[in-house]
């Protein structure tokens, strides 16, 4: 996991993106979140993912997308810049899934930090369960604070790296 | 994926109500979740059983009510338990290492 200041982000700049990727503009309106579902499907069919580990991708890009409009914009409407792509790095294949926002709340947190912490079972309280959520299903989870927002990018390893039974 | 969500109520007894939840608990869809489980809290009903059956897809905002209908009904004494869980929302539930803290049925009661 990772943060740093940056001026802003190249996001196709690791590895070579395959044929077909998938960009969209939206705002940061909750029922977005069923347009970005339809193309988490797409892109975990391609890469020939369980239902279990599409399932648990999509969980991941809720989330981000999630904290982005609750959070980052503090539920106004805001924009965000979604993009997706399968990518080859040496014998490797990824699924990485790029947010870009506009927000003025520049998120300066540690998902390691945060997530290492244990559960209070005894004393749950609603909310900030999406970050853990994240954290145990991505296999990494970046993130880049810019000048005039954020930069998330969440990376699921294909095939090898690809584990439908692991415990999180 | 099912964006729209349904509830159908049953009262089991005279003290037990069973809702039934369709389609998907997200971020868009959980606060009615939230406003059909709250008025069942009350002290006449002492057990509230949640059947999740035809529920595929649920993120934490929908888990997060879920808590807070677990805490509703440790205050008013009640008994709340969720059932017939798929196994991706079951899934979210071990993620979140909440699957043992509820308590939870493999299938609805008749």
């Known amino acids: 996991m990772a943060s ?157 790296g690809e584990n439908d039974e692991c415990s999180a | 994926m099912n964006v729209a969500l349904k509830f159908e109520r049953n009262e089991l007894s005279s003290n037990e109500v069973q809702l039934k939840v369709v389609g998907d608990v997200t971020i868009h869809t959980s606060s009615r979740l939230r406003e059909q489980l709250k008025p069942l809290f009350t002290v006449k009903i002492k057990r509230i059983q949640v059947v999740l059956d035809q529920v595929d897809f649920m993120d934490s905002s929908g888990i997060a009510t879920l808590v807070e209908g677990m805490q509703w009904s440790r205050m008013t004494g009640g008994h709340f338990v969720l059932s017939g869980l798929s196994d991706n929302v079951r899934d979210v539930f071990s993620l979140a290492k909440l699957d043992t803290v509820f308590e939870i049925e493999d299938s609805p009661a008749a």
């Open chain 1, 4 to 160: 740093a200041g940056t001026d802003d982000i190249a996001t196709s700049s690791c590895g070579n993106s395959l044929d077909g990727k998938l960009c969209l503009q939206l705002e940061s309106n909750s029922d977005c979140i069923d347009v970005l579902r339809s193309m988490v499907t797409v892109m975990t069919a391609r890469a020939a993912m369980s239902d279990l580990r599409s399932n648990r991708v999509a969980i991941a890009v809720d989330e981000l997308f999630a904290n982005i409009a609750a959070h980052a914009y503090g539920g106004d409407p805001g924009m965000v810049e979604f993009e997706t792509a399968i990518y080859n790095e040496n014998e490797d294949q990824m699924l990485i899934f790029d947010f870009r926002d506009y927000a003025q709340v520049r998120w300066h947190g540690d998902i390691d930090k945060i997530t290492s912490q244990p559960l209070d079972v005894e004393h749950l309280c609603p909310g900030g369960l999406g970050l853990r959520l994240i954290h145990s299903v991505a296999d990494c989870c970046e993130h880049n604070v810019l000048k005039n927002g954020n930069h998330w990018r969440l990376i699921f390893n294909i095939g090898d």
